[in-house]
């Protein structure tokens, strides 16, 4: 009798599936891929199956799933730092180090962000900030990827390419735990506002003090998570 893989592993295998599609046709940024159902049957698997893998590779932008049009190659297909979306799902403790790895890297990113201030970088942080502004507004529940982009627009303020990809390769391998960490971290508002200083110090090229505000918004975010899991 054949036995099927556990939903979680049936989906990281698809993922890893798509990926080779990519990587085998030589498909590039923007290149449309088979439809959901065309992968689903390609794959032998159920809609709902496919889109979960898909969404799990959407989540880190090897692919954009666009409404009424398909499923297309991502702008991160090509990195040269690469990361596996398939990791298990990690518990308190690693979240934890997931946060306290982001601390030892982003306040000397928001540093040099400050002090080169890169225009495109820039520019994507304001777009970031006022989509979260908005989501804030009606609460949406995809606050929590605004929120990495608005990290990843420090990264690309520095004008280092390859700094901003080890950052991603960071919070966006952890989608799915950065999820949970604002699910447990809980106070919207607060960390909008804080994200909010942090531009404001960098756009006024105060290097110091972007660096401790990012240091300490980190590190207020790693006290609550603890605290909650505590008191669980």
Not at 24 to 53: H, I
Not at 60 to 80: C, D, F, K, M, T
Not at 191 to 214: C, F, M, N, P, S
């Amino acid at each position: 009798m054949t036995t099927t893989p556990p939903r979680s592993t049936l989906s990281s295998q698809l993922a890893d599936g798509v990926m080779d599609i990519v990587a085998a046709e030589g498909l590039a940024s923007g290149d449309q891929l088979d439809g959901v159902k065309q992968l689903a049957l390609r794959f032998n698997v159920a809609v709902p199956t496919m889109r979960e893998a898909l969404r799990r590779l959407e989540g880190i932008g090897i692919v954009e799933l666009r409404h009424g049009s398909g499923v297309y190659v991502g702008p991160n297909a090509g990195r040269r730092v690469l990361m596996n979306p398939v990791l298990p799902r990690s518990d308190v403790e690693q979240l934890v180090e997931l946060l306290q790895a982001r601390r030892a890297l982003e306040p000397e990113i928001a540093r040099l962000a400050a002090e080169t201030r890169d225009e495109r970088g820039l520019a994507w942080l304001e777009d970031a900030l006022a989509v979260a502004r908005g989501q804030l507004a009606v609460g949406d529940e995809m606050l929590w990827r605004t929120n990495l982009d608005i990290h990843r627009a420090i990264a690309a303020t520095t004008g280092n390419a390859i700094l901003g990809e080890v950052l991603d390769s960071i919070v966006l391998l952890h989608a799915d735990d950065q999820r949970a960490i604002l699910a447990l971290h809980g106070d919207a508002a607060e960390d909008y506002d804080e994200h909010t200083q942090i531009r404001d110090l960098i756009v006024a090229g105060d290097a110091a003090g972007a660096h401790a505000a990012v240091a300490g918004h980190l590190a207020s975010v790693i006290d609550v998570i603890r605290s909650r899991s505590d008191s669980d």
